[in-house]
Antibody
Framework: QVQLVQSGAEVKKPGSSVKVSCKASGGTFSSYAISWVRQAPGQRLEWMGGIIPIFGAPNYVQKFQGRVTITADVSTSTAYMELSSLRSDDTAVYYC????????????WGQGTLVTVSS | EIVLTQSPGTLSLSPGERATLSCRASQSVSSSFLAWYQQKPGQAPRLLMYGASSRATGIPDRFSGSGSGTDFTLTISRLEPEDFAVYYCQQYGSSPRTFGQGTKVEIK
């Protein structure tokens, strides 16, 4: 049974950084892609980027270029998303999602991590 | 970037009724690379459909999808109590992957 388990909720100050983890079990971690999708209050889902662990090179949405870093540790089947220079409008639930097709279909999702940015 | 617009914003129906949800793209979605997800309050999205008309594993056959180009439809033939939720379309034919703003299916 495929499971993606994310780290817990975070409260951060504007200008700081946050790092969210996503530990996978079931399936072969290195052979599928992991993406990060966020959902701000009342807003649509927003894809931030992703990584195929076996290749290691991440792919970022231009909007987040320079602020987001997505990495993966194959030895622990864990993916990470770090977002820096946080602003209040980064307050959102951040999801990791598995893409086993490698074309952008998100077939399994983590439970979500609420990141609140507040002074 | 492809912008997806879903309609209606809210659909008020009774259990047993048919639900028809629309997703329109600002430009053609290549190879019908369109997916649908269901999201319930406090939960992560769940994949329902991909390739516009293929059901994901474990999805009941009361869910069906159709469409191509810029116009896509998700149909729920007979609403069950567990189907009341928010539904999102998503295109994966071009980068960045984008989502619609969602349609809420609520109990009338």
């Amino acid at each position: 049974q495929v499971q993606l388990v994310q780290s817990g909720a975070e409260v951060k100050k504007p200008g700081s950084s946050v790092k969210v983890s996503c530990k996978a079990s079931g399936g072969t971690f290195s052979s599928y892609a992991i993406s990060w999708v966020r959902q701000a209050p009342g807003q649509r889902l927003e894809w931030m980027g992703g990584i195929i662990p076996i290749f290691g090179a991440p792919n970022y949405v231009q909007k987040f270029q320079g602020r987001v870093t997505i990495t993966a540790d194959v030895s622990t089947s864990t993916a990470y998303m770090e977002l820096s220079s946080l602003r209040s409008d980064d307050t959102a639930v951040y999801y990791c999602a598995r893409d086993s097709t490698l074309v952008g279909i998100f077939d399994y999702w983590g439970q979500g991590t609420l990141v609140t940015v507040s002074s | 970037e492809i912008v997806l617009t879903q309609s209606p914003g809210t659909l008020s129906l009774s259990p047993g009724e048919r639900a028809t949800l629309s997703c329109r793209a600002s430009q053609s979605v290549s190879s019908s690379f369109l997916a649908w997800y269901q999201q319930k309050p406090g939960q992560a999205p769940r994949l329902l459909m991909y390739g516009a008309s293929s059901r994901a594993t474990g999805i009941p056959d009361r869910f069906s999808g159709s469409g191509s180009g810029t116009d896509f439809t998700l149909t729920i033939s007979r609403l069950e109590p567990e189907d009341f939720a928010v539904y999102y379309c998503q295109q994966y034919g071009s980068s960045p992957r984008t989502f619609g703003q969602g349609t809420k299916v609520e109990i009338k």
